[in-house]
């Protein structure tokens, strides 16, 4: 692991979560791997309930009354089934500027983040039903 790893997990909620309703997610149980320079990094598996997903939605385009305190959102576009937005999260005293890319296709999702002359590929796959969400409220 090097000094970008832990931003690098602290992404993974962010690309497996969509940006608007009309994205193509199904809820239900996710698992996400991170590969950065062909070795995995992380993998999780989490459970994203529809509120889950509405509540990102939002967050994501800048409506939302929660603050996340770790990351922030801008520059949202949406094209279909693909988001583009840049991503700033602070880990202590370290912040990190990031854009992402992802395209959802209902029980897949396929992304991108760009960082720090990283490129990290974030593949996520629905596995399951799950009702008990993965996300403190």
Excluded: H
């Amino acid at each position: 692991m090097n000094s970008r790893t832990p931003f690098i997990i602290t992404l993974t909620a962010f690309v497996a979560a969509p940006a608007v309703a009309s994205l193509n997610m199904n809820e239900g149980q996710w698992e996400t791997t991170l590969t950065a320079d062909g070795q995995t990094q992380s993998s999780n598996s989490r459970c994203y309930t529809r509120a889950d997903i509405v509540e990102m939605e939002k967050l994501l385009q800048g409506k939302s009354n929660r603050v996340d305190g770790v990351c922030r959102y801008t520059d949202f576009s949406q094209s279909g089934n693909s988001v583009n937005y840049t991503m700033t999260c602070r880990l202590g005293d370290d912040e990190q500027t990031s854009a992402v890319s992802a395209t959802y296709r209902g029980d897949s999702a396929i992304g991108t983040i760009r960082a720090a002359g990283v490129t990290v590929t974030a593949s996520s796959k629905r596995i399951g039903n799950c009702t008990e969400s993965s996300f403190a409220r």
